[in-house]
Nanobody, 121 residues
Framework: QVHLVESGGGSVQAGGSLRLSCAAS?????IAWFRQAPGKEREGVAG????????YYADFVKGRFTISQDNAKNMVYLQMNSLKPEDTAMYYC?????????????????WGQGTQVTVSS
């Protein structure tokens, strides 16, 4: 079992920045950030593989968001810059041992409770 707790969400104006944190009871091979806006499906934002540190991003956040990890602290971070109103959503941290497709929510058995991000124009 893996317990995940997100933090760092909040309300910012467009163009602002936030840093989300995910505290894991233990790190698995793959950790990813997902988001879900009201009335929309959950979508992958960014993922990272513990071994090797490969990172993956959805096209809509490339160049603006950065995912990173601190293995010593069992932490994963999502630095979000140049935020847009369309980034408004609940953001979730998810973990799995195996994810051939990093952005598929069905491949992640462990989820945090989420942290709300609201971007105003």
């Amino acid at each position: 079992q893996v317990h995940l707790v997100e933090s760092g969400g909040g309300s910012v104006q467009a163009g602002g920045s936030l840093r989300l944190s995910c505290a894991a009871s233990r790190l698995t091979s793959n950790i990813a950030w997902f988001r879900q806006a009201p009335g929309k499906e959950r979508e992958g934002v960014a993922g990272i593989r513990r071994g090797g540190g490969s990172t993956y991003y959805a096209d809509f956040v490339k160049g603006r968001f950065t995912i990173s990890q601190d293995n010593a602290k069992n932490m994963v971070y999502l630095q979000m810059n140049s935020l847009k109103p369309e980034d408004t959503a609940m953001y979730y941290c998810a973990a799995t041992m195996w994810a051939p497709v990093w952005s598929a929510p069905s491949q992640y058995p462990y989820w945090g409770q989420g942290t709300q991000v609201t971007v105003s124009s």
